[in-house]
């Protein structure tokens, strides 16, 4: 089977920009923390003072944040920190985005991307512009077509 060709230049979205991205993905997850658990924590009057990896706020901290980069990444190929900066995931394979390549980047490759802090800075190096995560599951990011 013969792939298109994208019928436009394929621009890799750079370390910065995609740092920019990243970090009002965290702001908003942060904020549905604030928004969504918290609340529900208070009122089941279960401990937010606990800051430890086991306690139930990191928990469900970590489950709304897998969840957030999951299923974002999915059903639109970006996060909401990548619609405003205006940069997609694709798969190097001119694919479409499976559940298994989408768990396996935003879950698996993430937590070793975020373990090993090269992870993430080797995107600035790399010709395509891929961080650990990207190259662990053929995937990188681009600017989006207007």
Do not use: C
């Amino acid at each position: 089977m013969i792939k298109e060709l994208p019928r436009y230049p394929i621009r890799y979205a750079g370390f910065w920009m995609r740092f920019w991205a990243y970090l009002l993905d965290l702001i908003i997850v942060g904020s549905l923390v604030r928004l969504l658990i918290k609340p529900v924590f208070r009122i089941l009057d279960i401990s937010l003072a606990e800051f430890n990896m086991f306690a139930p706020i990191s928990i469900a901290s970590a489950v709304i944040f897998y969840l957030y980069f999951v299923l974002m990444t999915k059903y639109f190929q970006q996060t909401l920190g990548k619609m405003v900066f205006g940069i997609k995931v694709v798969d190097l394979n001119k694919d479409q985005l499976t559940w298994g390549t989408v768990l396996f980047r935003e879950w698996i490759g993430r937590f070793i991307s975020a373990t090993i802090i090269v992870g993430y800075v080797i995107a600035a190096f790399l010709p395509k512009k891929q961080g650990l995560h990207d190259l662990f599951s053929d995937t990188t990011v681009i600017h989006a077509e207007k």
